[in-house]
């Protein structure tokens, strides 16, 4: 899996920022991270990655932190961007835009609004 393309990771006042740009800004949110995790982003963008792999990295860059922890808190991290669309795995993205609906002839007073045509 990788990072989406249209994310990038800022840094303003002194916090790390996640910023969605073009189209994804309008399904996944800002998103505040430690420096720990703005580490781990910079190891991330431009790469594909597995949680094993991402496991390795943490456990060979931060001392005092064992691999069961480091799974946990990877695989939360990783449910985050999966559920806020930031990954590229192959989940589709929601449907974005309007629809318009006909209502045949006969449902006004059912649907209490204007017949459709």
Do not use: C
């Not at 790390?16 to 430690?34: D, R």
């Not at 931060?62 to 806020?84: H, K, M, T």
């Not at 930031?86 to 835009?97: A, C, I, K, V, Y």
Request: aromatic residues 6%.
């Amino acid at each position: 899996m990788r990072l989406k393309k249209n994310l990038v990771l800022r840094k303003v006042a002194g916090e790390y920022i996640v910023v969605p740009i073009g189209k994804l800004s309008k399904i996944s949110p800002m998103m505040q991270v430690t420096p720990s995790t703005a580490w781990l982003w910079e190891q991330m963008k431009d790469s594909d990655f597995t949680e094993d792999s991402l496991v390795e990295l943490v456990l060979g860059h931060f001392s005092g932190v064992d691999e069961p922890r480091a799974r946990a808190d990877i695989q939360g991290f990783l449910n985050l961007l999966d559920g806020n669309y930031m990954l590229d795995n192959g989940r589709p993205e929601p449907m974005l835009g309007s629809v318009e609906v006909q209502v045949p002839n006969g449902f006004k007073d059912k649907l209490g609004g204007e017949q459709g045509t």
